[in-house]
């Protein structure tokens, strides 16, 4: 069977794929180049045209359908457009977080408009589908705890970080600095779960050093929490009213047999925490070292949400415990 091969590019084939390799390779018919670029980018800027001519009104959200009548109305795109876009933030951005660079050569995009579409596409999942997934449920108090040790206690809070390279900076080195990260430096997220083994809540992003108490004391999570309604959470919590920790182990002596039973009910119930912090580690974005801006705090909070309403589609279909 005939198979050719471009010196240029070194890429190799079929010969009956030759001539749809030759018409877009800029080393077998670099006559053609700068028409092929000038049909790109007018490509891109009509592409672009669409997204910015859609607002709020354009595009209700809640109203949402799969069908092409509905994608094109509300995003000027069919089904299968809008799913290529979603698939490049949730699989080639968010799981595996591939290189923008990588990602732009796949899909023959330049890089200002790649950058233009994670953003879109980021904005619009943080917008329609994290207030969706995510939220407090209302009656968290007249909720039946179906697995714990007291009736009580409603949530399960733990801190999770983002490695980051080293700064470069002494200040930053210690602001930023996370013993538990590979790289010794991390932004943290502190985020809730119910006994539904579901998210239901995940903060702003703060630096590695900051302690988890004082990321839940600046959280809304302390203005829903009372006699009914309280959080389980580990030993780095204590002494925070409302907050149920395990019990420490008394100077010199042992703790008692209640106290110890206890504390396995405890640390049994926060194992759905960590087994949540586990899954969200499976997103490169959120398990690998973060390459973008490190101070870009405003970006990489929507980033950590979205990923957590990704994590809680994932835990509908793949539940922790059943």
Not at 45 to 56: M, P, S, T
Not at 132 to 144: C, G, K
């Amino acid at each position: 069977m005939l198979t050719w091969t471009c010196i240029g590019s070194e890429k190799s084939g079929l010969y009956t794929h030759y001539y749809r390799h030759r018409d877009t390779c800029n080393y077998c018919t670099p006559e053609l180049e700068e028409e092929r670029q000038q049909k790109m980018e007018e490509k891109q800027v009509v592409i672009q045209q669409h997204f910015q001519a859609l607002d709020d009104t354009q595009r209700p959200w809640s109203e949402w359908k799969r069908s092409d009548e509905s994608c094109i109305q509300h995003t000027g795109h069919d089904v299968e457009q809008v799913q290529q876009l979603y698939s490049m933030f949730t699989l080639w951005y968010s799981k595996h977080y591939h290189s923008e660079r990588y990602i732009a050569t796949e899909l023959n995009l330049t890089q200002k408009t790649l950058d233009y579409f994670l953003s879109s596409v980021q904005d619009t999942l943080h917008t329609c589908v994290y207030p969706e997934l995510i939220s407090l449920p209302a009656d968290m108090s007249n909720r039946t705890t179906t697995y714990g040790p007291e009736e009580h206690h409603k949530l399960i809070v733990d801190s999770t970080f983002i490695a980051i390279p080293q700064p470069g900076d002494s200040i930053q080195r210690k602001a930023y600095y996370h013993a538990r990260s590979p790289t010794n430096y991390a932004l943290k997220v502190e985020m809730a779960c119910d006994f539904h083994h579901r998210i239901v809540y995940v903060s702003e992003c703060y630096k590695g050093s900051v302690h988890d108490i004082t990321m839940l004391g600046e959280s809304e999570l302390l203005e829903h929490v009372n006699d009914s309604v309280q959080i389980i959470a580990d030993k780095g919590y204590i002494d925070e009213e409302y907050v149920v920790t395990p019990r420490k182990k008394p100077h010199e002596r042992e703790l008692a047999e209640k106290d110890k039973n206890f504390n396995r009910s405890i640390n049994s119930a926060r194992a759905a925490i960590e087994n949540i912090n586990q899954r969200l580690k499976t997103y490169a974005i959120f398990g690998s070292i973060y390459r973008g801006a490190i101070d870009d705090f405003y970006k990489i909070t929507k980033i950590a949400q979205v990923v957590s309403a990704l994590c809680n589609m994932n835990l509908n279909k793949h539940p922790i415990r059943k």
